[in-house]
C-alpha cells in the first residue's frame, strides 16, 4: 500500500457514521417511484457535514444491510433474511453457487438453486442482488441532484467546501459505475437512470448492455481525467477504502476484459493500457498471501479497493460476517479461526482442490481434517439428519477468510469479524494483463511471464513458468488458484465459455457427476416483481 492508503482512521470515521443513525434521503429499487419520507433535501442536507455523511452512506451500501446493526431496519425488503440481503453476500453468492468453486448445504428458499443452475425470476437471492444494484444507484443519484453548483450555491456551501465536494462526486460517480458494472454482467438489459431522471416521474426504460457499458467508460475516463473538476485521487493517495484512481483504472480494466461478452468487441489494448497504469503505481504484491484475508488485512499490500468490515463499528451478517463463519462447521474449532461458532454451510468442490500443485501455499487455507474430498450428496446442513457434522463433511471446508491477525490474535468481535473485503487487487492486475496480451491486446510477453512467474514464486512454486507454459486455458486455472472465492469465477467462466454448455464440475447442474446447463443461465433473470412494476422491461430469454 502506498501513501496515506495505510491509514483506517477515516474510513473508521465514515463507517461509524454509517452506524450511528444517520439520517439519508431514502432510495428505491423500483427506480421510477418516488419513495416516501419525513427527510427532505432541504433539512437532510442543511447540517454540517451532511454531505460527508451522505458519502458514508454510499459506500455503507455496499457493506451494511440498513440503519442498524446487526438489523432491524433494512434497506431493502424482498429477501426472506436481512442478513441475506447485504451487497457483497449477495454478489458473492451469485458469483460462486454456480461455480465449481463453492457448494453450500443450507436448504434456505432458493439458495440450492443457484448451485444448481435452476434458479427462476423469483429467486430471492437474484432478486436481492436486483435490488441492491438500483438502491446503489438510487442513493449515488440522489448525492449527485444535492451537490451541483447551484445547490451547493443555495445553501451557502463555501468554496472551500465545494472543492472537497467535487472529490466526493467524483468517488461517487466510481461507486455507481461499480454497481452498473456488477448490473450488466449478471442481468445484461437493465434501466440506465441517472441523477438527470426526475424521481417521482414515469418508469424508466430498458438499456442495452451497449449503452451501459459506454455510460460506465464514460463516467470512469471522466473522474481519472485531471482537466475535469470532479476527479478521484492519484492511486494509492485515497484513505483506506475510499476510491482513487487505481480503483477506476481496476474497474475500467474488468469492463474491457469482458467486453466480448458485454458488447461483442474486443478491448484487449484498453485491458493493457489500465492494468499497466495499476502495475506502474508503485503498489506491492503481499509477501504472505494469507494475510490477504485476516482481520489485520487493512495493512496486506496488493490491496487497491477494499470494503472495510470492523466487528465494532460494521454489524451485518453478510461480507465476511458470512465468509468467516459458513466454511466453519464439523470437526473445525470455530476459536481457532476467531469465531463463536461456525454455521456449517459451505465447502469447495474437489474441482477446485485438484486445481492446485504440491507445493502451491495458496491452498493453505483448505480444511481436509474430518472432511471427505468428494461429495456424494449435497446434504442440508443438519435440518432434515440427526448428524450435522456428516452433513457438513462431504467436501473439504475452505476457510479462506479468517478473523485473526497476522501475529494469530483473534478480531475484535467472534461474531463480527475485522476482516476486509479486498475486492480490487494488484494480483488481479497481474492476471489480467497477461490474459489481454495472450487474446492479442499487444502488451509485452516477457512481462507477462514475469508478472505472472512473481505470483507463482509468492506461492512457494518458484519461478516455474517458460513462455511455452502461457496458455489461456493455464490463465483460467491460475485466476482460479490466486482469487478462489473472490467474487470472481462465474465471470471469468462465462469469458471463457465454459460456464453453461461448455464447462463440467461435480454437482453443477444438480447431478453429481455434474452436467452442462442452458445458455440462458449466463444471464440472471430480470426479477419478475420488476416486471411487474415496470412494463417496460423485457425479460432475458429462456426465462
Not at 443452475?117 to 448525492?143: I, L
Not at 483506506?240 to 478491448?267: P, Q, T
Not at 467462466?493 to 465454459?498: A, G, K, N, P
Amino acid at each position: 500500500m502506498t501513501g496515506v492508503s495505510q491509514s483506517r482512521l477515516l474510513s473508521l470515521f465514515l463507517l461509524a457514521l454509517i452506524t450511528g443513525g444517520l439520517v439519508v434521503l431514502p432510495g428505491c429499487t423500483d427506480v421510477g417511484v418516488n419513495p416516501k419520507s419525513s427527510a427532505t433535501a432541504n433539512n437532510v442536507f442543511s447540517e454540517d457535514g451532511s454531505y460527508q455523511n451522505y458519502l458514508a452512506k454510499v459506500y455503507g451500501g455496499l457493506n451494511v444491510t440498513g440503519q442498524e446493526g446487526p438489523a432491524g431496519n433494512a434497506d431493502i425488503g424482498a429477501i426472506d433474511d436481512e442478513g441475506f440481503s447485504q451487497y457483497m453476500r449477495l454478489y458473492w453468492k451469485m458469483q460462486e453457487l454456480p461455480t465449481d468453486e463453492a457448494v453450500i448445504a443450507w436448504n434456505d428458499n432458493g439458495i440450492r438453486r443457484l448451485n444448481n443452475h435452476n434458479w427462476t425470476s423469483s429467486n430471492q437471492f437474484s432478486v436481492g442482488m436486483y435490488s441492491r444494484v438500483f438502491f446503489q444507484v438510487s442513493q449515488a443519484n440522489e448525492f449527485l441532484r444535492q451537490s451541483t453548483d447551484s445547490r451547493l450555491d443555495s445553501r451557502g456551501v463555501s468554496a472551500e467546501k465545494k472543492q472537497t465536494i467535487q472529490q466526493y462526486r467524483a468517488e461517487v460517480r466510481f461507486l455507481r459505475a461499480l454497481s452498473y458494472w456488477h448490473g450488466i454482467d449478471l442481468f445484461g438489459d437493465i434501466p440506465l437512470v441517472t441523477e438527470d431522471f426526475p424521481r417521482g416521474s414515469e418508469a424508466p426504460e430498458q438499456s442495452t448492455r451497449e449503452e451501459i457499458f459506454n455510460f460506465i467508460e464514460s463516467e470512469l475516463l471522466a473522474i481519472i481525467n485531471e482537466e475535469n473538476e470532479e476527479v478521484l485521487p492519484p492511486a494509492g493517495q485515497a484513505e483506506y477504502g475510499r476510491a482513487d484512481k487505481a480503483a477506476a483504472w481496476m474497474l475500467l480494466s474488468k469492463l474491457y476484459l469482458n467486453a466480448e461478452v458485454y458488447v461483442g468487441e474486443s478491448r484487449y489494448g484498453d485491458v493493457i493500457e489500465y492494468t499497466q497504469r495499476v502495475i506502474d503505481a508503485n503498489y506491492q504484491l503481499e509477501e504472505d498471501y494469507q494475510h490477504l484475508f485476516l482481520a489485520d488485512n487493512h495493512t496486506a499490500d496488493g490491496v487497491i479497493f477494499a470494503i472495510p468490515q470492523d466487528g465494532d463499528r460494521t454489524r451485518h451478517f453478510g461480507g465476511t460476517t458470512f465468509l468467516a463463519h459458513a466454511p466453519v462447521g464439523g470437526e473445525m474449532d470455530a476459536a481457532s479461526f476467531g469465531l463463536d461458532f461456525g454455521w456449517a454451510g459451505l465447502r469447495t468442490t474437489s474441482a477446485s482442490v485438484d486445481r492446485y500443485e504440491g507445493g502451491d501455499s495458496r491452498d493453505d487455507f483448505f480444511f481436509t481434517q474430518g472432511q471427505e474430498k468428494e461429495i456424494d450428496d449435497v446434504l442440508p446442513n443438519g435440518e432434515t439428519t440427526d448428524d450435522p457434522i456428516g452433513a457438513f463433511s462431504q467436501g473439504y471446508a475452505a476457510p479462506k477468510f479468517k478473523n485473526v491477525t497476522s501475529d494469530g490474535q483473534p478480531g475484535s468481535n467472534a461474531t463480527f469479524p475485522d476482516t476486509d473485503f479486498p475486492m480490487f487487487r494488484l494480483a488481479d492486475a497481474y492476471l489480467m494483463y497477461a490474459e489481454a496480451t495472450l487474446r492479442g491486446g499487444g502488451g509485452d510477453q516477457s512481462q507477462a511471464l514475469t508478472l505472472l512467474n512473481d505470483l507463482r514464486e509468492r506461492a512457494g512454486m518458484g519461478r516455474d513458468l517458460s513462455q511455452a507454459d502461457l496458455t489461456l486455458d493455464f490463465i483460467l486455472e491460475e485466476r482460479s488458484r490466486e482469487l478462489f472465492w473472490e467474487a470472481q469465477r462465474r465471470t471469468d467462466l462465462i469469458r471463457f465459455d465454459e460456464f453453461t454448455q461448455n464447462g463440467v464440475w461435480p454437482w453443477k447442474g444438480g447431478v453429481q457427476g455434474g452436467t452442462t446447463t442452458d445458455e440462458n443461465f449466463n444471464l440472471y433473470p430480470i426479477p419478475a416483481s420488476e416486471l411487474r412494476a415496470n412494463p417496460n422491461l423485457e425479460q432475458n430469454p429462456g426465462y
